[in-house]
C-alpha cells in the first residue's frame, strides 16, 4: 500500500490523502484551504472563472491524476470524514462518475448546503455508509468509527489491504456531547495499526475558553439569566452542539430559541440522524423567515416545506414584543442589520459570540457597540486537545503515527511515539 498526503502535512485545513494498491486508488477528504502561504484565511473568490488546469498551476488544487472532471476516472472512491469545508470544499471539481462515501448526517448537511450557499459541491454521487460496518472499495476494506466533533455524524477510517493497516482520525475532540465514542475507542481500539494518520490542529494552541460543551451551555444559560433584554446567539448552524446546548438553555430559562429556515432546514435533514436534536416543531422553537431563504428553497422545489415551516413562523414585531423572552440565531450577514434596525430599544442585549474569535469582524462589533449590544465570546473547539491527543495515540499504540492537520506537527516528537514526519506529495510504501 503506498500513501501519499497531497495536502495537509504542514497545515491546518485542505486535507487530502490518498491511499493506493496496483490495483486500487481512494482518497481520503478533499477539502479547500483554511488559509494561503502567509497562513492569511484563504479567500475563495480566487477560484472563481478559474479553469482546473489553472488551480493545478497555483496549487490549489493538488495535481492527482484521475480525479478531475476534466479527464478519465482514476480513482475508485472518495471517504469524507465530515462536514467541514477544509475537508469536502472542492468537490465540485471531482470527476462525478467517483463515487463519496460518507455518513448519512453528511451526506444531508452537503445536500443542505448546495441549496443555500454559494460556494456549492455540485452534482456527485454519495454513498451513506454505517458506523462500525465494514465496506469494500477496490482492494481495501474500510470500517467507518463514529467520532466525537462539533460537526454531525463525523468519521474517522480503518483501512485495509494485503494485511496492512492505516487509522485516519479525521477531526474529532473529547469534550463535546458525544464523549462516549472516544472513550469507547480507548476502551477497545483498533488493533495492529500500521499508521496512525493523527490530526493535530490544536497543537501550538492556547487551551480552550470553555472546557466542554456542558460548559457552554452554562455560560449560555448565565447570559439569558443576566439579560433583562433580548440576546443574541452568533454560531454555525452546522455547529449541531451548539445548537443543542442553545436549545437547552432556552428550556431552562424559559426562553424562545429564534432560528431560520436554513436552520431549521438543516435540523430537520437530522431529523433520522438523532433522535435528541431539536427540530422546527419543538417547544420553544420559533423561526424567522428572510427573503434569501424562501428564494433558496422555492428554487430547489421544496415550496411545500415553506407552508410546513409556516406554522412556526415568528415576525420581528412579534420578537420585538417579546423581547426578554427570545434567544435569537443571528450571524455577521446582510440581514444583521436589518434585524437591528426593526428592534427597538434593545441597548443592554447580549450577544453570546459563539464562534473562533478570529472570524469576529471589527464591522460586527461596531455593528453592535452602535445597538448597546455587549458582546460575550462563548465557544468551545471542535479539535482534540494535545493531552487527549496522547490518550487517543496511546491506546492506539501504532507502528508510527504521522501527525497532519497541524503546522506544529515537526516539534511535537516528544509527545508521541514513533513519528514519521511527511512532506506533502511524498510517497511512503507501508
Excluded at 25 to 49: A, H, Q, S, T, Y
Aim: hydrophobic share 40%; glycine share 6%.
Amino acid at each position: 500500500m503506498r500513501l501519499i498526503i497531497h495536502r495537509g502535512a504542514h497545515e491546518i485545513g485542505g486535507s487530502s490523502v490518498e491511499l493506493s494498491t496496483q490495483k486500487s486508488r481512494i482518497l481520503i477528504d478533499f477539502g479547500m484551504p483554511l488559509v494561503d502561504e502567509k497562513r492569511e484565511p484563504f479567500d475563495v473568490n480566487i477560484l472563481r472563472g478559474k479553469s482546473i488546469a489553472q488551480l493545478k498551476e497555483t496549487s490549489i488544487l493538488p495535481d492527482i491524476k484521475g480525479l478531475y472532471r476534466d479527464e478519465p476516472k482514476g480513482i475508485n472512491a472518495i471517504l469524507i470524514s465530515h462536514f467541514q469545508h477544509d475537508h469536502y470544499g472542492l468537490l465540485d471539481y471531482v470527476n462525478p462518475d467517483i463515487p463519496l462515501y460518507m455518513s448519512q448526517g453528511v451526506k444531508a448537511m452537503i445536500e443542505a448546503s448546495n441549496i443555500f450557499i454559494h460556494n456549492k459541491s455540485g452534482e456527485f454521487n454519495a454513498k451513506a455508509v454505517k458506523p462500525w460496518k465494514p465496506f469494500n472499495i477496490g482492494d481495501f476494506t474500510i470500517t467507518p468509527y463514529l467520532v466525537d466533533h462539533s460537526g454531525p455524524d463525523a468519521l474517522a477510517f480503518l483501512i485495509e489491504t494485503n494485511g496492512k493497516r492505516v487509522f485516519y482520525s479525521g477531526d474529532f475532540r473529547a469534550y463535546g456531547r458525544k464523549t462516549i465514542l472516544f472513550e469507547n475507542i480507548l476502551k477497545n481500539p483498533p488493533k495492529n495499526i500500521d499508521y496512525l494518520l493523527l490530526e493535530g490542529s490544536m497543537l501550538g494552541m492556547q487551551g480552550q475558553l470553555h472546557k466542554d460543551e456542558d460548559d457552554v451551555e452554562r455560560k449560555i444559560i448565565e447570559i439569558l439569566k443576566e439579560t433583562k433584554n433580548i440576546a443574541f446567539l452568533s454560531c454555525s448552524s452546522q455547529n449541531i452542539d451548539r445548537l443543542v446546548s442553545a436549545y437547552r438553555a432556552c428550556l431552562r430559562t424559559g426562553r424562545t430559541f429564534v432560528i431560520d429556515l436554513y436552520t431549521a432546514f438543516i435540523l430537520s435533514k437530522l431529523r433520522k440522524v438523532s433522535k435528541g436534536i431539536p427540530q422546527y416543531d419543538s417547544d420553544n422553537i420559533r423561526i424567522k423567515f428572510w427573503k434569501s431563504h424562501v428564494d433558496s428553497l422555492s428554487k430547489a422545489g421544496c415550496r411545500d416545506l415553506i407552508y410546513v415551516y409556516n406554522k412556526r413562523k415568528i415576525e420581528l414585531l412579534e420578537i420585538n414584543k417579546k423581547k426578554d423572552k427570545i434567544l435569537m440565531l443571528v450571524r455577521d450577514n446582510s440581514v444583521f442589520p436589518l434585524t437591528l434596525k426593526d428592534l427597538s430599544d434593545i441597548k443592554g442585549a447580549k450577544l453570546a459570540y459563539s464562534m473562533y474569535e478570529r472570524y469576529l469582524t471589527d464591522e460586527f462589533k461596531a455593528k453592535c457597540n452602535r445597538k448597546g449590544i455587549e458582546i460575550e465570546h462563548v465557544h468551545t473547539g471542535g479539535h482534540v486537545t494535545a493531552e487527549d491527543l496522547k490518550t487517543f495515540a496511546d491506546a492506539i499504540n501504532p507502528k508510527a503515527l504521522i501527525l497532519i492537520h497541524t503546522f506544529y506537527g515537526d516539534s511535537y516528537k516528544d509527545l508521541f511515539n514513533n513519528v514519521k514526519v511527511l512532506k506533502d506529495v511524498e510517497a511512503l510504501e507501508i
